[in-house]
């Protein structure tokens, strides 16, 4: 079992809020070198808000967030920025400048967070696009080449610096099964060669099933359920004959893992607000007569209609353009 020295991200108790909304509620999570941790849930149900703690972004409300040891919300800008070199992201989108090519959007990091030479740039650049299989395509800017490509040539600038950690966002989303799996295939690739710890924010479970080592599942800003890719791939198979053997929780994990369209998960969506609530603002239960919608106050209106179009309506009725002329 490792210790917490051998962990490079540990969150203790973390809480956020925005306003009244408690968006992370009480999130504990480590992370060792070399593993790949899939972070799962609905939308809305806090993981990207849980990643931007993890890269420094967010700080929390209660709680902490270490990186290497150190405390993130402790350390200044200078410090923070001395950290962030130690891992890389990959953006949903690839995140490239338009304006740059492949290899010179590569380059970039090395030029501004390094003195090394041109030529050693060079160099380091050709082997970052190799690794993600890239290399001929240097000299392509982003509006030349395909999303899977755009992904691939933000994992090459990701990678730049050798960072001891990967942060992935939604690293599949709008790309064809076949480019998919060949990013989850350069995952597992660079996560063994590399020796990196991998974090992957993701809703889509043939990725996640297929590159996990373990899983953290989150609802509601809370994490429900984390274990190894086992624990959840013997859940996602439990017959449906059985489920009364399992718990609320573990259903509601079960339904979203199979995509199911019935179940817990779809039971909480419904019936927590009425219609008229949500659209009027008060308690069904107060209004009378059996309809969802009914006029809840009666304005008198003994000079005709208001509001600025239906004066200008009056304006255009009293004009002479707008009087009988019979």
Avoid at 242 to 258: A, G, M, S, V
Wanted: net charge negative; charged share 30%; with cysteine.
């Amino acid at each position: 079992m490792p210790t917490d020295d051998e962990y490079v991200i540990e969150i203790e108790n973390l809480v956020k809020r925005f306003g009244d909304q408690t968006v992370l509620d009480g999130i504990n999570l480590k992370i060792k070198p070399g593993e790949t941790m899939v972070i799962m849930g609905g939308s809305g149900c806090g993981k990207s808000t849980l990643l931007r703690h993890m890269i420094g972004s967010l700080h929390p409300d209660e709680g902490r967030v270490k990186l290497f040891g150190h405390v993130l919300a402790d350390l200044g800008e200078d410090e923070l920025d001395d950290i962030r070199k130690k891992f890389g992201i990959l953006f949903q989108s690839g995140a490239l400048f338009q304006s740059l090519s492949v290899g010179d959007n590569v380059a970039l990091i090395l030029e501004e967070h390094t003195d090394l030479d041109a030529a050693i740039i060079d160099f380091m650049v050709k082997i970052k696009l190799e690794l993600v299989d890239l290399r001929e395509a240097s000299h392509k800017f982003p509006a030349q080449i395909s999303g899977g490509m755009k992904k691939r040539a933000g994992l090459a600038r990701a990678l730049a610096l050798d960072p001891r950690i990967l942060f992935y966002d939604e690293p599949s989303a709008g790309l064809d099964p076949v480019t998919s799996a060949s990013i989850d295939r350069l995952i597992i690739d660079l996560t063994q060669k590399l020796g990196v710890a991998s974090v992957v924010v993701t809703h889509e479970m043939d990725s996640a099933f297929t590159i996990a080592d373990r899983m953290a599942m989150l609802n509601k800003g809370q994490v429900l359920m984390l274990d190894e890719r086992e624990a959840f791939e013997k859940l996602r198979d439990w017959p449906h004959d059985r489920l009364d053997e399992l718990d609320e929780t573990k259903q509601l994990i079960r339904q979203f893992l199979r995509g199911d369209a019935e179940g817990p998960l779809t039971e909480e969506s419904t019936g927590e607000s009425s219609y008229a609530a949500d659209l009027l603002g008060i308690d069904n239960s107060k209004l009378t007569g059996g309809r969802s919608i009914q006029t809840t106050r009666r304005v008198p209106n003994p000079g005709g209609p208001k509001g600025l179009f239906k004066k200008f309506r009056r304006s255009k009725q009293g004009s002479p353009e707008g009087q009988d002329k019979s």
